[in-house]
């Protein structure tokens, strides 16, 4: 059976003005429904990719495909790729304008043309998804950070982009907040919604991710699932990254398990280690 | 500085209509500019600001501070009506000697009057500002068919005042960490970096804005859901009784020649 790709990258390049090369060649597909975690140090050029799988910025070559169909940049085409591809900003506040939580919510929604009662059912689902129903009548400013990436996340799910691309999404937010973020983000994949992020979180995006994507200088330096980034040390090495902590203790007893499957979650090391 | 529009968005009228807001807002200025007794503008000004500290969320120590602000243009306002050439027959208070410019009683009177009007007028606007959010102002804006750009200008302005504000802050306590603004000649070149630095970083946060925008399909519109309000017949009584009560006090002060 042909393999349904959401999204696919061939061979895509960026240059800032000053000409720095943000993304380097890269060629990515990403699959309908998957969870894609973007890994890689400051200035990899994750952030400058997901403004491109949005059509922000537009790639000094390559090809990008979106539900089979090429991206070519005219203003019908990127109307109908940023409908459908949601892109989260690691800074909120660059991404809330309206005066009020209710009002933000209620921008992209309306944008898309849809009729007001449509958009107050979705505006109502998201507040209650996202748990912001109390914060809908003040200014985003007088939020917390947390609170106000919570409402830049609703501001686009109230869209319901079929990918969504979050930059950082689980940076500067407390414990209670991030799993928050995660069940939302487990939500959503359940309703089967492609959802990309970028991370320093080596534990979270090898328990949470399908595919991993390891960027390094622009490029891609490995793609593949938690356990087989991890076990390229090359790869690792020159990204500056660790092994997840799973892994980790995992090393340190592996001697005396059989062999068998790596462990991906806290409750299969733990079972690991129970039968040792 | 801030938080000032906190006040507002926690104020008991917060959800009111805020065309009943702007009618109590049209009657207090309207007291204020008819006035001309200083006595009835004195107790306007007392009455305005109880119903101010009611209804909004706002400390009394706050709101006497908060009422400071417009102090300093009102004094510099009146200093051309304060000094006058002082003629034959007229009470003098101060003489400002060889040039026969002084204060008389005369312009000292008008002076009281002007700074108790802009008192009452300005009481007016902060019985307005502290009850309703700059977004429900907007509202009643486009309901009176104002121009959207303007409209969508004013928002966007509100909101990156705030950004501006809250970035030069920032900035601020990263300076003063550092021991800044130690010294006449070090405040001077830091409060100019301080600028300078909010500026670079406004400008990119605009654009960073912007890009948000984008990326939600914006175009060139900002359309949003109108937010819900309630309309009370409490209110509108109570703004006929003092719509009632201001008219009666400017008609006895006229009828009386209350100074």
């Known amino acids: ?276 | 500085m801030i938080y000032i529009d906190k006040y507002s968005n926690f104020s008991k009228l917060n959800r009111l209509n805020p065309v009943v807001k702007v009618g109590y807002f049209v009657v207090f200025l309207a007291g204020a500019l008819l006035s001309v007794s200083m006595l009835f503008t004195t107790a306007l000004i007392v009455c305005v600001s109880c119903f101010s500290l009611y209804y909004s969320s706002i400390k009394p120590v706050h709101y006497l501070k908060l009422s400071l602000i417009p102090l300093g243009f009102v004094l510099l306002g009146i200093i051309p009506i304060l000094f006058t050439e002082i003629k034959a027959g007229e009470t003098v208070v101060l003489n400002g000697g060889m040039f026969n410019y002084g204060i008389t009683h005369n312009t000292l009177i008008s002076c009281t009057k002007v700074v108790l009007r802009s008192y009452a007028a300005t009481s007016a606007l902060f019985f307005l500002i502290l009850t309703t959010p700059v977004s429900h102002i907007m509202w009643l804006l486009r309901a009176c068919r104002f121009p959207e750009l303007l409209i969508d200008l004013t928002g966007l302005i509100y909101r990156n005042i705030f950004i501006v504000l809250q970035l030069s802050q920032q900035l601020y306590i990263a300076q003063k960490c550092r021991l800044a603004y130690n010294g006449s000649r070090s405040k001077n070149s830091h409060l100019g970096l301080l600028l300078s630095r909010t500026f670079v970083l406004s400008i990119k946060k605009a654009n960073d804005q912007y890009n948000g925008l984008e990326s939600r399909c914006y175009n060139n519109h900002f359309k949003t859901i109108a937010p819900e309000f309630f309309v009370s017949s409490f209110y509108i009584i109570q703004l006929l009784l003092v719509s009632f009560g201001i008219a009666s006090a400017c008609l006895i002060s006229y009828y009386y020649q209350w100074q």
């Open chain 1, 1 to 276: 059976m042909a393999v349904d790709y959401i999204a696919q990258l061939k061979k895509i390049v960026y240059s800032y003005p000053d000409g720095t090369k943000a993304v380097d060649n890269i060629s990515l597909d990403i699959r309908r429904g998957e969870r894609v975690a973007f890994l890689g140090n400051n200035g990899a050029g994750k952030s400058t990719l997901f403004l491109l799988l949005n059509g922000i910025l537009k790639p000094v070559s390559g090809e990008y495909r979106f539900d089979s169909k090429l991206v070519d940049y005219k203003r019908k085409s990127l109307f109908e790729l940023r409908k459908s591809v949601g892109v989260v900003f690691q800074e909120p506040d660059n991404q809330l304008f309206a005066p009020t939580v209710y009002e933000e919510l209620s921008f992209g929604p309306m944008n898309l043309g849809m009729p007001e009662d449509e958009v107050k059912a979705r505006i109502e689902r998201v507040m209650q998804m996202l748990d912001i129903e109390k914060h809908k009548n003040k200014p985003p400013h007088l939020l917390s950070y947390g609170q106000k990436k919570q409402v830049a996340i609703g501001s686009l799910l109230a869209m319901k982009p079929s990918m969504l691309v979050l930059d950082e999404p689980t940076s500067g937010l407390d414990g209670e907040h991030t799993e928050q973020m995660v069940k939302v983000l487990d939500k959503l994949h359940h309703d089967g919604t492609t959802i990309l992020l970028s991370t320093h979180d080596v534990n979270f995006a090898f328990e949470w991710a399908d595919t991993i994507v390891l960027m390094n200088n622009g490029k891609i330096e490995i793609v593949g699932t938690g356990i087989e980034v991890f076990s390229d040390k090359a790869s690792l090495k020159k990204c500056g990254l660790k092994l997840p902590a799973i892994l980790h203790i995992y090393n340190t007893i592996a001697h005396k398990c059989k062999d068998g499957e790596l462990p991906k979650t806290v409750e299969q090391l733990n079972e690991i280690i129970s039968n040792l």
